[in-house]
């Protein structure tokens, strides 16, 4: 079974500095997809970025990026210029990319980092 | 385009009772997939229901179960709820099979077992 692992429970950054949350995650397989979700207070889960594991390039998405270490099975989440509304739980996702029923629809979540910006 | 929507948002019931718990999918998305938060335990799978069909279950007792519709709309139902079921149940679509699209997730069901 794949395991999600993110060993700091709570992180804080000020107001336009960069903060990196980190992940680890434990596989046998060579096909899958990672992902960072959001949940602010209000509890809705939003997808922040996505990589899969074929994909070298590290994700980018504008002020958020990954630093993806296969060989390391680490994912690492990078927020640049951190601004008061990036302050959340935020939860690193495994998901198979395997074919058969244990794949379907079931991200593995690790669990979370809250994360606390300072004005 | 509307998001996923839970209903109801809070629930407060006593052990022994069941509850039913219900998620509609954004509009032409057929996988459904439920969640179950708590502080303790995290964010566990529950399962996942693709064209009314389960093809995902998690490691939970036979007391949670569910089900989805033709329009792909779900309900999840917890039998006998016991005090450790007090939770936040997520449910997420996705608009098909391919295991890299996104998981589109819903506010959530905040369950109370007194």
């Known amino acids: 079974a794949q395991t999600v692992t993110q060993s700091q429970p709570e992180m804080s950054v000020q107001e336009a500095e960069t903060v990196t949350l980190s992940c680890t995650y434990d596989?046998?397989?060579?096909?899958?997809?990672l992902f960072w979700y959001k949940q602010p207070p209000s509890r809705q889960m939003i997808l922040v970025i996505r990589?899969?594991?074929?994909?070298?390039q590290n994700a980018t998405e504008n002020r958020f990026s990954v630093n993806f270490q296969k060989a390391a099975k680490s994912f690492s989440l990078k927020i640049s210029d951190s601004q008061l509304g990036d302050a959340a739980m935020y939860f690193c996702?495994?998901?198979?990319?395997?074919?058969?029923?244990?794949?379907?629809?079931?991200?593995?979540f690790g669990q979370g980092t809250i994360l606390t910006v300072h004005p | 385009k509307a998001g996923v929507t839970q209903t109801p948002r809070y629930l407060i019931k006593t052990r022994g009772q069941q509850v039913t718990l219900s998620c509609s999918p954004i509009?032409?998305?057929?996988?459904v997939s439920w969640y179950q938060q708590t502080p303790g335990q995290g964010l566990q799978f529950l399962f996942e229901?693709?064209?009314?069909?389960?093809?995902n279950k998690g490691n939970f007792p036979g007391r949670f179960s569910g089900r989805q519709f033709s329009n792909s709309r779900s309900e999840m139902n917890v039998s006998t709820l016991e005090l450790g079921d007090s939770a936040l149940y997520l449910c997420?679509?996705?608009?098909?099979?391919?295991?890299?699209?996104?998981?589109?997730f819903g506010p959530g069901t905040r369950l109370t077992v007194l």
């Open positions: 229901y693709f064209s009314e069909t389960q093809r």
């Open positions: 997420a679509s996705s608009p098909s099979a391919r295991y890299n699209n996104e998981q589109f």
């Open positions: 596989t046998s397989e060579s096909d899958y997809y």
């Open positions: 990589q899969e594991a074929y994909k070298q």
């Open positions: 996702a495994y998901r198979s990319g395997g074919a058969g029923g244990t794949s379907y629809g079931k991200l593995t």
């Open positions: 509009s032409g998305h057929r996988s």
